[in-house]
């Protein structure tokens, strides 16, 4: 039987009316299964910012609590201090801080260049009120020197006054254990949740990893690869290998699982119901 741990869901702000309505659905279906919280993404130099917002208060005070991200990468210390006491009236108490993409034309890093420079300005902000989620990268940061600079990077965060982490998605659970060990040999032991991305359609899962630098194991990519448009195929050959991740890595010890829902019910609704963690 599979240990109970907690689950928590991400979404992004749509861009239409009939969109933001869809996700309201959405959010209503997905919190039935009781997760921990729900973040709502937040694009390169705060460029969805207004719909961010709305998502967030569309979700805020209904339940489960909400996790706003945010990114430093291009912004400045004003602007941030605005929306974290935005954020503290409205009873939100759970930040994701991330560095961000720099908007593209955008020169310069502003004042809060890295997201450990962001965790520090949160904590002088606002004391301990956030909980503060950071990125982490089992499989290496895109942009990092090395695996071990990327290690290090994670370990100002932490220090910075990171409460938890939220990975990069990954399917090569020797990579969570391996980065999460090399964590607890340098002292740092806050809980690392592993992000889950379920897999129902190749192109775009190759699309994705490409972009963030996660590995897709080939033995999954040429499998996929058989199955050609079959899209019944790849939707159970994807739920198989992602139960058997998720599997793996809470008996491994994962503390939560985060799940990337790209803004569906499905096929994360089934996933966390197999896995018995509603």
Request: net charge negative; with cysteine.
């Given at each position: 039987m599979t240990k109970r741990i907690p689950v928590s869901?991400?979404?992004?702000?749509?861009?239409?009316?009939?969109?933001?309505?869809?996700?309201?659905?959405?959010?209503?279906?997905?919190?039935?299964?009781?997760?921990?919280?729900?973040?709502?993404?937040?694009?390169?130099?705060?460029?969805?910012?207004?719909?961010?917002?709305?998502?967030?208060?569309?979700?805020?005070?209904?339940?489960?609590?909400?996790?706003?991200?945010?990114?430093?990468?291009?912004?400045?210390?004003?602007?941030?201090?605005?929306?974290?006491?935005?954020?503290?009236?409205?009873?939100?108490?759970?930040?994701?801080?991330?560095?961000?993409?720099?908007?593209?034309?955008?020169?310069?890093?502003?004042?809060?260049?890295?997201?450990?420079?962001?965790?520090?300005?949160?904590?002088?902000?606002?004391?301990?009120?956030?909980?503060?989620?950071?990125?982490?990268?089992?499989?290496?940061?895109?942009?990092?020197?090395?695996?071990?600079?990327?290690?290090?990077?994670?370990?100002?965060?932490?220090?910075?006054g990171a409460n938890s982490a939220l990975t990069q998605f990954f399917f090569n659970p020797d990579a969570y254990f391996y980065f999460v060990d090399r964590l607890q040999k340098e002292g740092i032991d806050i809980p690392v949740a592993p992000g889950i991305m379920p897999i129902t359609n190749a192109s775009n899962l190759i699309r994705f990893a490409d972009g963030t630098g996660a590995e897709i194991p080939r033995w999954i990519r040429k499998q996929l690869a058989t199955y050609g448009d079959d899209s019944a195929s790849i939707k159970a050959f994807g739920h198989e290998v992602v139960v058997k991740l998720c599997e793996r890595l809470i008996a491994g010890g994962a503390p939560s699982l985060h799940f990337y829902t790209m803004n569906h019910v499905e096929p994360n609704r089934q996933l966390v119901l197999d896995l018995g963690l509603a």
């Open positions: 869901f991400e979404f992004f702000p749509t861009k239409t009316d009939v969109g933001a309505e869809k996700l309201r659905v959405v959010h209503q279906e997905l919190q039935l299964l009781n997760p921990e919280f729900f973040s709502v993404t937040y694009g390169a130099g705060g460029s969805t910012r207004e719909r961010t917002l709305a998502a967030i208060n569309d979700f805020n005070g209904k339940g489960t609590p909400v996790a706003p991200h945010l990114s430093c990468i291009g912004d400045d210390k004003a602007r941030i201090a605005e929306l974290l006491d935005l954020y503290k009236s409205q009873g939100i108490d759970r930040i994701v801080a991330l560095r961000g993409d720099l908007p593209s034309g955008q020169v310069g890093l502003g004042e809060l260049p890295y997201a450990s420079d962001l965790v520090a300005f949160i904590r002088q902000h606002s004391g301990d009120h956030f909980h503060i989620e950071v990125a982490a990268y089992p499989e290496m940061h895109p942009q990092a020197e090395s695996f071990d600079k990327d290690i290090q990077n994670f370990i100002t965060k932490a220090r910075a």
